[in-house]
T-cell receptor
Framework: GNSVTQMEGPVTLSEEAFLTINCTYT??????LFWYVQYPGEGLQLLLK?????DKGSNKGFEATYRKETTSFHLEKGSVQVSDSAVYFC????????????FGAGTRLTVKP | KAGVTQTPRYLIKTRGQQVTLSCSPI?????VSWYQQTPGQGLQFLFE???????NKGNFPGRFSGRQFSNSRSEMNVSTLELGDSALYLC????????????FGPGTRLTVT
């Protein structure tokens, strides 16, 4: 079945450091891929998405590229801020499999000033 | 457009009681999904409804049930509450077009004592 694996946290960085959160997926078809962010006490917010191979999703300085050859969708940001502290979830939606939606376990990021 | 709304935001119940949570999707979205989020188990899929029919179901006991109304609003019910049901319950809606991404509400924090 479909699944998403993302790097375990927690991740702690200093302000202005470079961020990478790894995400790999297993899917039978050609899924759409997403990154969601969850701030304390809130629901998940869609951060960015990509629908086909080599697409790059970007938003608020975050980027991720859909790599079909490595089945990956790693999240990156060049310079993190304290306000980026949150839990990040990688996810996929497989239209060929009843729109099955799968989420990774989440990675907690803490950015220190 | 207004986002996904969930009521109530916080709830305290006693073991053995039952509870009903409500979710109003984004206007035009006909698919509504429910998730349980706990620190230990992460984000777990409960069920998805589309046009008043349950499409997918996660691995939860029959005490967890849901329904969807003709206006796409959804409710989930948990009967005979257990301490382990304490969690954040998240509702998400989506349009079954495009990337099929889900949009989440703020959640209902249920505490069972």
């Amino acid at each position: 079945g479909n699944s998403v694996t993302q790097m375990e946290g927690p991740v702690t960085l200093s302000e202005e450091a470079f961020l990478t959160i790894n995400c790999t997926y297993t899917a039978t078809g050609y899924p759409s891929l997403f990154w969601y962010v969850q701030y304390p006490g809130e629901g998940l917010q869609l951060l960015l998405k990509a629908t086909k191979a080599d697409d790059k999703g970007s938003n608020k300085g975050f980027e991720a590229t859909y790599r079909k050859e490595t089945t990956s969708f790693h999240l990156e940001k060049g310079s993190v801020q304290v306000s980026d502290s949150a839990v990040y979830f990688c996810a996929l939606s497989d239209q060929r499999n009843n729109n099955d939606m799968r989420f990774g376990a989440g990675t907690r990021l803490t950015v220190k000033p | 457009k207004a986002g996904v709304t969930q009521t109530p935001r916080y709830l305290i119940k006693t073991r053995g009681q039952q509870v009903t949570l409500s979710c109003s999707p984004i206007s035009g979205h006909r698919s509504v999904s429910w998730y349980q989020q706990t620190p230990g188990q992460g984000l777990q899929f409960l069920f998805e409804y589309f046009s008043e029919t349950q499409r997918n179901k996660g691995n939860f006991p029959g005490r967890f049930s849901g329904r969807q109304f003709s206006n796409s609003r959804s409710e989930m019910n948990v009967s005979t509450l257990e301490l382990g049901d304490s969690a954040l319950y998240l509702c998400a809606s989506r349009a079954l077009t495009g990337a099929y991404e889900q949009y989440f509400g703020p959640g209902t924090r249920l505490t069972v004592t």
